[in-house]
Structure formats: structure tokens, C-alpha cells
């Protein structure tokens, strides 16, 4: 009898193992939401035409799992099994979305007005609350739609990590510029360059800002302007905008985009030359100059001839 009962025990564990490493062909995806439980997910998966066994169940109450669900979406591949499946949600492996912060990028253009909004209440800000720049450009994995406050916390905290290490190591002639100019002009940079030229073109920002005249920079007009459709015109460059460099001496009153590491780098270690002019003769590359007259020739050389 009792070897009867052992055949009928080893079978039961056979077909248990079979059954739970036996491929689903199923290939689809279910959600874990605040609340549920183990009988609620199990009613998804069932939706699904994915029945585990009771004994299978048991084990899952057992194993403790239900206190360290991972709230998300899960995906089901077409070779995964029962026991597949049981991994994911003990391990938390949810699909997780791309968040693109670009360089050059807009604060408004990545976050709604809510989430800015919500961030803005339960940040600690002396004064107002300005985010444009402090997002680091970076590559943020994410699952649901609430940890987007998450990432615009996260973003901020690593672009200030940026700006405080540069801001400590800058060149010493720019002692009396705050972390905000140099995030300013680091924006600028972002807007204005290529890699390769930011200190040279970093350059020439402090230079003109040294001899008091006009930056003169069309990304910083552009930002100001209420609706851009592409296309600069010379009414403009007297636009009223306080962004207009074209108009106002110094520095616009805060960051045009937000600007990579590399660029906060480059504003606070410009290089050092007497060039005041730049005029771009290709997508990457410009022409300097020292003086007005010779910056208009390499207007005539490079730009006229378009």
C-alpha cells in the first residue's frame, strides 16, 4: 500500500513539475495594481486562459509573496511557463518604459504643468519655483505614469550634483558668477555649439560680457518669444522679451533649455581668448573673430553666400 502511494505521490510531483515548466504559448501582458491580491491576480491570469493549480497557489501564499508584489505590468513571453511567470512577479521584473530627457530640452516640453506643479509644492524652493535647466539630460526607466514625479526629482538631483561640482572647480577669474549664470550660460551653450567648440564659444559669452555689450544670441530670443514658428525675423530681434539679447544687456533671466554635464562644464571653464564674434559655417563648426570688421566678412564668406 505504501508503494502505492509513493507511485501516486511521484506522479503528482511529475505532472506538478511538467505542468509548471510546460510552455504557455500564450504571449500577452497583466497589470498589478495598488490593492490587488493574490486571488485577484490570479483572476487576470485566469482571463487569460492561465490556471495555476491550487497546489501551485498554496506555495505562492506560502512563499510570502504577496507582501513584496512589484506593482506594474508584467509581460508573458510565448515560451513562458507557469513557473516563468511565478519569477516575475517574486523578482518585480515589470516592463519598463524609456523617459528621454534630451540636451537641449525643454522643462515644458517633457512634463506636464501638473507634474510641475506637484513637484513644485513639496520641493523646498527659497524662491520661485523655476525648473528649467535643472533637468539632466539622461535616459530615465520608468513603469507608471505617477513615477514621472520621481524622475523630475531624480533629474533635478543629479544636474545639481553637475552644476555644484563644476561650480566648485571653475576657473577662478569667474569667482563673482552664481551656480544660476552658469547654468545660464551652460543652456546657452547647449543651444549655440557643438561639443567641440563650447569652451571656445564660452569664451566669447564672458568676453562680451565683460566689455558690456550685447550677447546677441538667437537661442536665447527665440526662447523668449511667444510663438516661433521656425523662422527668425528681424522684427524679432526687438521683440521686448527680456530672453532678447538682441535688446538686453547681460544675461537672460534664467536657463533657455536644459544643458548636459558637458556644457555646464564648458561655462565654467571657457577658454580664454579675445575673440567676441562667432559666425557658423556649418552645422558644427564657426568662423571667430576679434573685431566687428572682420567678424562681417566671414558673415559675407559664410552666411550671404547661402
Request: aromatic content about 10%; proline content about 9%.
Given at each position: 500500500m505504501k508503494y502505492l502511494f509513493f507511485l501516486i505521490f511521484s506522479l503528482n510531483i511529475i505532472f506538478y513539475?511538467?505542468?509548471i515548466y510546460k510552455p504557455l504559448n500564450i504571449e500577452s501582458d497583466f497589470s498589478i495594481e495598488e490593492?490587488?491580491?493574490l486571488n485577484e491576480i490570479f483572476a487576470s491570469l485566469e482571463e487569460k486562459n492561465i490556471y495555476f493549480p491550487k497546489a501551485?497557489?498554496?506555495?505562492?501564499?506560502?512563499?510570502?509573496i504577496d507582501k513584496k508584489i512589484y506593482l506594474g505590468k508584467y509581460k508573458i513571453d510565448i515560451n513562458d511557463s507557469l513557473i516563468d511567470i511565478f519569477k516575475n512577479i517574486y523578482f518585480g521584473k515589470i516592463i519598463l518604459k524609456k523617459f528621454i530627457i534630451s540636451e537641449g530640452s525643454k522643462i515644458t516640453d517633457?512634463?506636464?504643468n501638473e507634474i510641475i506643479k506637484r513637484f513644485c509644492q513639496t520641493a523646498n524652493?527659497?524662491?520661485?519655483?523655476e525648473l528649467e535647466g535643472y533637468a539632466k539630460p539622461d535616459v530615465y526607466l520608468y513603469d507608471r505614469e505617477i513615477e514621472l514625479l520621481s524622475i523630475l526629482k531624480?533629474?533635478?538631483e543629479n544636474q545639481m550634483a553637475d552644476l555644484n561640482k563644476s561650480w566648485n572647480e571653475r576657473n577662478s577669474k569667474l569667482v563673482n558668477f552664481s551656480k544660476k549664470e552658469i547654468l545660464i550660460i551652460a543652456s546657452i551653450l547647449e543651444k549655440e555649439s557643438c561639443a567641440n567648440e563650447r569652451e571656445k564659444i564660452s569664451g566669447v559669452i564672458y568676453n562680451r560680457l565683460k566689455n558690456n555689450m550685447l550677447l546677441q544670441m538667437d537661442s536665447t530670443t527665440i526662447y523668449g518669444l511667444k510663438d516661433f514658428n521656425g523662422n527668425l525675423k528681424k522684427k524679432d530681434?526687438?521683440?521686448?522679451?527680456?530672453?532678447?539679447t538682441y535688446m538686453h544687456k547681460?544675461?537672460?533671466?534664467?536657463?533657455?533649455?536644459?544643458?548636459?554635464?558637458n556644457s555646464i562644464f564648458a561655462a565654467a571653464q571657457p577658454e580664454e581668448h579675445d575673440y567676441l564674434y562667432f559666425v557658423a559655417k556649418d552645422k558644427c563648426s564657426h568662423e571667430f573673430s576679434t573685431n566687428y570688421d572682420d567678424h562681417l566678412k566671414a558673415v559675407k564668406k559664410y552666411q550671404l553666400r547661402q
Open positions: 513539475i511538467f505542468l490593492g490587488n491580491n501551485i497557489k498554496l506555495i505562492f501564499n506560502v512563499s510570502g517633457l512634463f506636464s524652493f527659497q524662491n520661485e519655483c531624480k533629474s533635478i530681434l526687438r521683440d521686448s522679451s527680456l530672453y532678447n547681460g544675461l537672460p533671466p534664467g536657463p533657455i533649455s536644459n544643458p548636459s554635464r
